[in-house]
């Protein structure tokens, strides 16, 4: 049987946790679980408001239990998040089939967000980040104006720092391309997570040569002949010994 490519196997990959979520909602345990688990959603939920002020202790304790409760119940079966209309149901949804609907209508509408780890349900097989690429991307968000739908204005003290000329420039040590975080789901078959590995590898080794080729690395090698360079650096030590003698002979 043909090795999948990586597009193949990140498929197989969501396909894997979308059809652990039809599951669960057919599980009995989960069923039951998770009838607790909105209760608790609904308390941190509603007193998050005032507790948040810290103007009432006792329920910012309870918020914070049921908090934690609802966090458990997520990493037990393996989910990364529900939205809040799964956790607040309506009449609407009177059947499996009606909950399946939202969940998947949730995932598509979450496709673009910012953070990989919102954008399903389910836990993936493997969420890739490059920690750099992340921090780089808060602060440009932090420093570069942006509209304000509330205020209706921009904000105003990036517009002076512009207006005035002010450069931006990130902190030098922001490096994006010099790292990868895999985090992996061991619950996927090993196949599956070899594949998605290798795919989100080449993804990211892509990524750095384009930078590369900008400029902003020395290029990576493809091949280093380790069985040489014992070698190759004696006669680099031998003929930097034999420019220093041939040097100091012309001193004298």
Do not use: C
Request: net charge neutral.
């Amino acid at each position: 049987m043909p090795r999948r490519t990586g597009k193949e196997a990140s498929l197989v990959a969501l396909k894997e946790g979308w059809t652990r979520v039809r599951l669960l909602l057919r599980n009995p345990d989960f069923r039951k679980e998770l009838s607790e688990a909105r209760k608790h959603y609904m308390t941190f939920f509603d007193t998050a408001p005032e507790s948040a002020t810290g103007e009432n202790p006792v329920e910012n304790e309870k918020e914070k239990y049921s908090y934690e409760k609802y966090q458990a119940f997520l990493k037990r079966w393996n989910l990364a998040n529900l939205p809040h209309e799964f956790m607040v149901p309506t009449t609407s949804l009177d059947s499996i089939q009606a909950e399946e609907a939202l969940l998947w209508k949730h995932m598509v509408d979450s496709k673009s967000d910012p953070d990989p780890a919102y954008r399903y349900i389910f836990r993936r097989a493997v969420l890739a980040s490059d920690p750099d690429e992340e921090k780089l991307q808060q602060f440009w968000e932090d420093a570069v104006p942006a509209f304000d739908p509330d205020e209706e204005k921009l904000q105003k003290d990036n517009v002076d720092a512009l207006a005035e000329g002010q450069t931006i420039s990130p902190p030098r040590d922001l490096q994006p391309g010099n790292s990868l975080v895999l985090t992996l789901d061991l619950g996927y078959p090993q196949d599956v997570l070899e594949e998605v590995i290798r795919f989100e590898l080449t993804r990211a080794m892509k990524k750095r040569h384009r930078r590369e080729n900008k400029g902003k690395f020395s290029h990576t090698p493809k091949r280093r002949r380790l069985d040489k360079s014992d070698f190759q650096l004696a006669v680099y030590d031998r003929a930097s010994q034999a420019e220093k003698f041939i040097i100091n002979l012309a001193i004298l």
